[in-house]
């Protein structure tokens, strides 16, 4: 939900400045729309610049206002999906990490096998596939057995 309100303000944004830029310089809606996102997203390449000095006032006023709404927009989806990924990151470790530090010294290949299957799980919660995880355990046992 809140993803979709953050691109809602985005492109509310760039509309805002596209009729604007429209109207104003009289420029194409593709060049007023170039224009707005080049500015938002601080590239500036300078093909294009408005003429008119009502334009200037507004295009200072919208860069600064929209520079700073982009950043924290961004910002908060990047940092939504952080903070998601360690999550995910602590549900997959979790289980490995209590049962080292409970007391119960875990041997290094029982680690790595816990790990391995975790891995495995989480694979396979994702894949479509069936059983791909562990037809992947299987060919690295045999691997094993080669060496």
Known sequence: MREKITIAIIVLLLMIGT???HYSENWSYVDSFYFSTITLTTVGYGD???SKDSTKIFVSIYAIVGI???LYALGSIIGAH???QGENFHKLFS???ESRYKGAAIHRRKLNRILTKSLIRK?????TGENRGEQWLNLMHLGRKKL
């Open 82 to 84: 952080t903070i998601k």
């Open 95 to 97: 289980n490995i990490y």
């Open 48 to 50: 294009l610049y408005p």
């Open 68 to 70: 700073s709404v982009m």
């Open 123 to 127: 694979k396979n919660n994702v894949s």
């Open 19 to 21: 009729f604007y830029l």
